[in-house]
């Protein structure tokens, strides 16, 4: 599978300005990808003032997810703030090529930030099936949480989307690395660049790194496009080989 990671600076709360910041370095891709990347609330920042930013899932960033989705026939994913039944959600979109949709809401949420104060937590995993591929979304903050994100599903990959500050960037790399070589699965994380209105620094850091802990794209600290391509062959010969994941623990989350 080749995926486009697109580390980008954000507007604070200027989705239109996200929104045609991102589909420009969307249309410069000149490859053909299968899957593109955003990071965490793209289109807003991490923001909470969620009653102000929030869309539906028939609003304008999912219309435009769509119709990105099918004019350059890949999936599409990111994060958006998501009103529902009077509640507002942390939500990891994922468009595929056809316009269908799934999601994945946060669980865990920033409460350094008070985003429990502003948001509704989750309260499933969702293992999106794409191409063959076993996807497992997660968000900036669950990178924390070993236990909700290891592997008893036998995904492939686990897809981090951030707004990850760079005061915890040594907490990132090595989070990532480890959520990789626990679980047997490539890992990608993909983080904004900038300052945010509060005065936070991100410096990205967007990366990829295979079921070894070994890097296929090292963390990277400019905004652009990076693409990688992940083979499934060597997953499943060195997963047969090594058969970590068969000697997991059992476990059950409340």
Not at 92 to 99: K, L
Not at 191 to 201: L, S, T, V
Not at 248 to 253: E, L, Q, S, V
Request: charged residues 25%.
């Amino acid at each position: 599978m080749k995926i486009a990671l697109i580390q980008s600076d954000l507007h604070w709360e200027e989705p239109q300005k996200n929104r045609n910041n991102f589909e420009e370095k969307i249309d410069s891709i000149d490859q053909e990808v299968n899957l593109i990347v955003l990071p965490e609330m793209f289109t807003t920042g991490f923001t909470m003032n969620a009653s102000k930013m929030a869309e539906t899932m028939q609003g304008e960033s999912i219309l435009w997810m769509q119709t990105l989705a099918k004019k350059k026939n890949c999936a599409l994913t990111g994060s958006l703030i998501i009103e529902e039944n009077n509640q507002y959600y942390n939500r990891s979109i994922f468009v595929f090529p056809n316009g269908e949709i799934e999601h994945y809401d946060k669980r865990h949420l920033f409460t350094l930030a008070s985003e429990d104060q502003f948001y509704t937590k989750g309260t499933q995993k969702n293992i999106i099936e794409y191409m063959g591929w076993r996807i497992c979304p997660q968000i900036c903050y669950d990178l924390r949480f070993p236990v909700f994100s290891r592997n008893t599903e036998n995904y492939d990959f686990l897809l981090y989307v951030a707004n990850w500050p760079k005061v915890r960037t040594n907490a990132w790399d090595a989070l990532l690395k480890a959520r990789a070589i626990e679980n047997m699965s490539y890992v990608i994380g993909v983080n904004r660049i900038g300052f945010d209105a509060n005065a936070y620094e991100h410096i990205g850091h967007s990366q990829a790194v295979d079921f070894l802990g070994n890097y296929i794209l090292e963390p990277q600290e400019t905004e652009g496009v990076f693409i990688i391509e992940l083979d499934k062959n060597p997953l499943l010969e060195t997963r047969k080989k090594l058969d970590f994941l068969s000697d997991k623990d059992t476990f059950t989350i409340n």
